[in-house]
């Protein structure tokens, strides 16, 4: 995390009218680990605060580990909005997007992001439990992969959650990680 002098850009901080989105997408990671999928969880929300569409992970489930919920997310609007409905749509998700997420996001123009818990949490999270299994992809953050994107993110108490989630995944013969 970096702090500066500049007030922050718009878009680009977390309210209160975003957290019950992202506790949806908590839940929906949570329902992914009740699956045997990786606990992660996205929301598509209209302009005017509709929600338009929401997945969970479903890689280890369908065997394809591009299923990620955000990539879902992006195809849904490619098919379904129009260019303008995409650009003012946010993604909110439980985990900050993948390399893979963030250029399907910025190839069919949605609008902003806000993550519960950020890749870098991630990478921390796995160094505290000892994971030495990398990612195949470079860890690009979401700005790296689609500059100008506002994105906001993450929530202290929601991250918490998700790393919960995550231990329980690894842990799966364990039964509650709280
Ligand atoms: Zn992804």
């Known amino acids: 995390m970096t702090t500066d002098d500049r007030p922050p850009a718009p878009g680009t901080t977390v309210t209160e009218a975003d957290l019950p989105y992202l506790r949806r997408c908590v839940e929906l990671a949570a329902e992914a680990v009740a699956a045997g999928d990786w606990p992660f969880g996205s929301v598509l929300v209209g302009v005017d605060g509709t929600v338009l569409a929401e997945d969970r992970n479903r890689e280890s489930s369908t065997g394809d580990p591009t299923r990620h919920p955000e990539f879902e997310l992006a195809r849904w609007a490619a098919l379904h909005l129009a260019p303008e409905e995409r650009a003012s749509a946010t993604v909110y998700t439980s985990g900050e997007h ?52 506002p994105v906001a993110g993450p929530v202290p108490e929601l991250a918490e959650r998700v790393k919960g989630l995550q231990w329980r995944f690894r842990n799966p013969e364990v039964s509650e990680a709280d």
């Open 98 to 149: 993948c390399p893979m997420c963030a250029a399907a996001h910025g190839w069919v123009g949605l609008g902003r992001i806000v993550y519960a818990s950020s890749a870098r949490q991630a990478r921390d999270w796995k160094a505290e439990w000892g994971v030495t299994a990398t990612s195949p992809l470079s860890p690009l953050t979401v700005q790296e992969v689609v500059p100008g994107l």
